[in-house]
């Protein structure tokens, strides 16, 4: 008899036999069933999401979804930005010289050519010569030559950078032309009612851009804008 049995019992009571043993296992956690219940949920709302998206792509239903958001409020395509005419660029809608071939322009505008436009050109420094030259100059590269000599006392000596270019406002085009053929040169406007230009040359000029460099300024001037490509503004 075994120290472990009671007295008074027999200790075959107590004897276990066969090879069978009682187990015991971990009670079953209910958190852990939620989380995998979640976790599959998840898993297939993610499986659904991805096929929505693939049948989209493969059938192009939202290509014009796409398009209507770079739009405005309206559903249209949103417009170019345009450049301040004090900066030399052109004004969006401003009609070119009358007669003249003109390339488009971004926002719009039309950029004549250079037998179009007719330029007043006007000397605002203390250096001699420097109006007939820069005429003389421009004449070669196409342009018509309207009055030369010295700058009318609104801008004589009022003029620091390298020239600034004075139209009315029909004649923006033929000011972005106009300045693509000297370096960092502004524009502004008057109220003439003709298409002519006013060239004022300032402090800091000494001659016009090289005809190389002015033809880049101007293939970038009329530079289409690129189009958005589908989902990108």
Do not use: W
Not at 126 to 131: E, M, V
Not at 206 to 225: G, I, V, W, Y
């Amino acid at each position: 008899m075994s120290m472990l049995t009671p007295q008074g019992l027999k200790g075959k009571q107590y004897r276990v036999t066969g090879n069978a043993y009682p187990r015991l296992g971990r009670p079953p956690r209910r958190g852990r069933r939620v989380a995998l219940a979640l976790g599959g949920v998840l898993t297939l709302g993610l499986v659904s999401m991805g096929g929505v998206q693939l049948y989209d792509v493969f059938t192009g239903k939202h290509k014009n979804t796409s398009a209507q958001a770079c739009g405005g409020p309206s559903g249209r395509p949103l417009a170019v930005p345009e450049k301040s005419p004090a900066a030399g660029a052109p004004t969006t809608g401003a009609p070119a010289a009358t007669g003249a071939p003109a390339a488009p322009a971004p926002g719009g505008t039309a950029v004549p050519q250079p037998g179009a436009v007719t330029v007043n050109v006007y000397n605002a420094t203390d250096k001699g010569g420097l109006a007939a030259r820069t005429a003389d100059e421009l004449k070669k590269r196409g342009f018509q030559i309207g009055k030369v000599g010295n700058a009318p006392s609104a801008l004589d000596k009022k003029v620091p950078g390298s020239a600034q270019v004075v139209v009315g406002p029909g004649a923006t085009g033929a000011a972005a032309l106009l300045t693509t053929q000297v370096a960092g040169a502004t524009s502004s406007e008057d109220a003439r009612t003709d298409a002519t230009v006013d060239l004022v040359i300032g402090d800091t000029f000494t001659a016009l851009a090289e005809p190389a460099q002015a033809a880049a300024a101007l293939a970038e001037l009329t530079k289409p804008s690129p189009t958005p490509e589908p989902g990108h503004c």
